[in-house]
C-alpha cells in the first residue's frame, strides 16, 4: 500500500476535480477550457498524473498531456475509442469489472497494479462526475522500488541477527569440550532444524578411509534410509562429486536444486539414482572444515522435504560454522597430541633412565672387579691375564652399549632440528653389509640365533657410509632382539637404479595395528620390561633411508618374524 503521504495527494487532485464538477472551486479561481460536464480539463492537463476522462461505456473524451507521453501515442489517436483499447493491461476483465461498478454505482475506487515487462508499479484511482468516469494513473515504481530496498535491508538485518546468534551459540557448544566426536556430534544436532533436515561430519582418516564421526535428523524415519545408503555406497576420496570430492579439493560444494541436477547427470547405475532419490534429498550444501592449510573433515547440511530454499548467504553461514568447527577440532587434536606428546616423553624419560643405567651399573660392577683382581695385596694375588681379559671385553662391551645410546638420543635432537647432514661417497652396499655383520658374532651367538648372509654381488651406488652403517646395526639388533633363538636372514642386491638390504628374522611379528605406529618416535611395540631399548632405533632408520630419498617397507605375520627391507636408488636425484 501506498503511504499516507502519496493517498493524500491522489485524493487532493481528486477532490479538486470534484469541486470543479459542482462549481465550488475551493481556490475561488475561475478556469477556462471546461468539457461539457463542467470538468477543468486544463487543471487535468497540468497534472503530472496520467488522466483519461470516459463516457460511462468507457469511451474516452479526454486525456492529459502525461497520459499522452506515457502511451506514445498522440490525443487525436487515442480520443472516441473505448477505454481497453489504449493498453493491454486496460483490456484485463478485472479492471473492466472495476470501471463498470464505478460507472454503475458511483462509488470511486483505488487500487495498485503492476507492469510486468516494464516492472513498474501505479496507483490508480476510478471515480464518477456527473456522466463521467475519470481514471488517475500515477507511477509509484521508485516507491515500491525504495520499500523493496527497505524491506530486503531489514530481511538481511534480521538473518544476520540470527546468523550471529546461531554461531554464538554453535560457539559454546564447540568450546564445551576437547573430544572430537563429542562435539562434532553436539554441533550436529545444532544445526539440525535451524540449518537443515540433516546434518552430517565426516573425516578423512589415515589409511584413506572416510569416517562418519557425527550426524542428525529432524525425523526419526530419516535414518534407518540413510543407513543403508552409507552402507550400500560408503564414501570415497576418489569420488567426483559430493562429500570425497570436498574432503579431496577443499572447495565448497553447494547444490540448491538436487532433483534437477540428478535429473540432468548422464550416467550412473540406475540402482544408485534410485537409491538417492529414495533419499528424498531436495537441495545440499557441503564445506570443508580447514584449519591451518588442512582438510580435517566435511560438514554436510541437507533438505528434505521442509520447504527451506537454500541460499548464498546459507552457504556463507555454513561456511562460518565449518571455520568455528576446524579450529575446534585442530585444538581437539593439538591437546591430544600434546598429552601424548607428556606421555611419551614421561615414558622415554623412565626408559631411557633405566637402559642407561642398567649398562652402567654392569660397567660399575666390571671396573671394581678389575680393581680387585689387579690388587696385588689381595689375598689370592692378582688375577690370571684370562680373568682380567673377559673382564675387560665385558666393560667394553658395556661402553659399547653406552655409547650406541647416546649416539641415538643425540641423532634424535639433530634430526628434529633438522640437522641431519649426509657425507655421500661411492661405495658397496653388498662389501659394507660383509664388513658389519661379523661384529654381531658374539650377540649373536648370545641370543642363540644363526645368521644366514646373501651378498655376494656388487651393490654400489652414492650413499653415507656411517649411516649406511648405523641402518645396518639398528636393523640388526631389532632382529636378534625380537628373534632370538631363531634363524636370521640378510640380503643385499641391486638393479640399473636401485638397491636394497633385507633383513629377516622369525620372532614375534608386527600386529596389524602395529604398523601405523611402528616407525613413530618413541613407539615400543613390546614391553620394556622383556625387550630393551629407547624406541628410536627404527624411527632413526626411517629418517635416514628418508634423507637418501629411499624407502623402507615391512612384510610380518605376527607369530612367524618381519622383514624388512631397505631400498635406496643408486645415485641421488
Known sequence: MLSGRYIALARSHTDRVDSLSTGQDPGGASHGGSDASGLDTALLDQMPEAVVVCSLDAVCVHVNPSLERHL????QELLGRRLWELHPEWAERSFQERFLQVARTGESDEFECHTAPQDRWFVKRLFRV????VLFSRDISAEKKQEATLRAL??????AQRHAAFLAQASEVLASSLEHDLILQ???HLAVPILGDACSVDLPMPDGQVRRAAVAFSKPEMVAPAQDFQARYPIRLEDAAGIGKVLRTGVTEFIPDFPAMLAAAQGGSSAYRRAVEGLGISAYIIVPLISRGRV????????SESRRRYTEADVRLAEDLARRAATSLDNGRLYTEAQEAVRARDSFLSVASHELNTPLTSLMLNIQALRRDMDPRASNGPASPEALSTKVVAVQRQVSRLSSLVRELLDVSRITAGRLRLEREDLDLAALTREVVPRFTEDLARAGCALHLDAEGAATGHWD??????VLQNLLSNAIKYGR?????????????????????????IPPEGRARLFQRFERLASERHYGGLGLGLWIVKQIVDAMEGRILVESVPGQGSTFTVELPRHPA
Open 154 to 159: 531489514y530481511d538481511e538485518m534480521r538473518r
Open 130 to 133: 456527473h456522466e463521467r468516469v
Open 465 to 470: 657410509r656411517l649411516r649406511l652403517e648405523q
Open 186 to 188: 553436539r554441533m550436529a
Open 72 to 75: 506514445g501515442r498522440p490525443r
Open 296 to 303: 580435517l573433515g566435511a560438514l554436510t547440511l541437507l533438505n
Open 485 to 509: 633363538g631363531r634363524p636370521i636372514e640378510v640380503r643385499v642386491g641391486a638393479d640399473a637404479s636401485r638397491a636394497w638390504l633385507s633383513v629377516k628374522d622369525q620372532g614375534m611379528g
